[in-house]
């Protein structure tokens, strides 16, 4: 079943895993086989997610690009040591940037920052980072 997926989600190109960091992998597999999420669910979050680490990398002015070409900038490169950066003021940030430049409603704003809550429960649970607690609650 996993392979079938996987295989689903090449052939749609809905996620092209070697643009990922490997977190993010890691993460879009087990929310697909142990959360048992559903294949648009698993879109979604590595929609949502790495559209932030693009905004993240701009925001820590690790990619010299205007705001408006954020989703041009490469996250392959990005390792935990980033991410244990990250603040709630970054994911507010965030959330205002799409509200801002993209016009984004209540839902899709409400969205974004599950996936980015969800994905930060996991990298706390799998004792991948140790943030602070605000972010890992």
């Known amino acids: 079943h996993y392979i079938y997926l996987i295989k689903h989600f090449k052939e749609e190109k809905m996620i092209d895993k070697d643009d ?19 294949p648009n669910s698993i879109k979604e979050y590595n929609y949502d997610i790495a559209h932030f680490l693009k905004f993240i990398k701009h925001r820590f ?5 205007d705001i408006k070409e954020i989703k041009t900038i490469s ?3 990005m390792d935990l040591d980033i991410i244990k950066k990250i603040t709630i003021e970054d994911i507010h940030a965030f959330l205002a940037y ?10 899709t704003l409400a969205r974004k920052a599950s996936s980015i809550r969800i994905f930060f429960h996991y990298l706390c649970n799998k004792s991948k980072i140790k943030v602070k607690k605000l972010i890992c609650k």
């Open 61 to 65: 002015r690790l990619a010299k690009v």
């Open 75 to 77: 996250i392959d490169d």
């Open 98 to 107: 799409l509200k801002n430049n993209f016009n984004s409603q209540a839902t």
């Open 20 to 38: 990922n960091p490997i977190f993010l992998n890691d993460f879009l597999d087990y929310s697909l086989t142990i959360l048992n999420k559903s």
